[in-house]
Nanobody, 125 residues
Framework: QLQASGGGLVQVGGSLRLSCVAS????????MGWFRQAPGKEREFVAA????????YYKDSVKGRFTISRDNAKSTVYLQMNSLKPEDTAVYYC????????????????????WGQGTQVTVSS
C-alpha cells in the first residue's frame, strides 16, 4: 500500500515536497517512482530511484528542479519540487515496482505494480 501526500496550491517559482509512505508488500519493492497526469493527458514519468540507492532518474523537464530521495527507515520516498511552473500542474502518483528495472524500463508506468492514490499539485501564475 502506498500513501502519497504533500500536494497543494503554489505560485509559480514556489516549492512543494511530496511524500509517499510504503507499507505491506510494497516495502520490499525494488524501485519507487513518481508519475503525474494532467487533465486530458497520459500519465508520465517524473522521477525514480531504487531502494538500494544509486542512480536517480528524472524527466528532462524537471532535472535541476526536482529531487527524489528516500528514507529507508521510514519506508518513505520524497519528491522535492522547486521552481515550480504552471506546466507542473497535475495529479502526482507514487508507484512501486518489484521488478529489477533498468534505465530503459524504470520510466515506464507498466513496469510498476502498486500505485498510491495521487495528490494534486496546482501551480498558479
Amino acid at each position: 500500500q502506498l500513501q502519497a501526500s504533500g500536494g497543494g496550491l503554489v505560485q509559480v517559482g514556489g516549492s512543494l515536497r511530496l511524500s509517499c509512505v510504503a507499507s505491506g508488500r510494497t516495502f520490499s519493492s525494488y524501485a519507487m517512482g513518481w508519475f503525474r497526469q494532467a487533465p486530458g493527458k497520459e500519465r508520465e514519468f517524473v522521477a525514480a530511484l531504487k531502494w538500494s540507492g544509486g542512480t536517480r532518474y528524472y524527466k528532462d523537464s524537471v532535472k535541476g528542479r526536482f529531487t527524489i530521495s528516500r528514507d529507508n527507515a521510514k519506508s518513505t520516498v520524497y519528491l522535492q519540487m522547486n521552481s515550480l511552473k504552471p506546466e507542473d500542474t497535475a495529479v502526482y502518483y507514487c508507484a512501486a515496482s518489484r521488478s529489477p528495472l533498468i534505465a530503459s524500463t524504470i520510466t515506464s508506468p507498466q513496469m510498476y505494480d502498486d500505485w498510491g492514490q495521487g495528490t494534486q499539485v496546482t501551480v498558479s501564475s
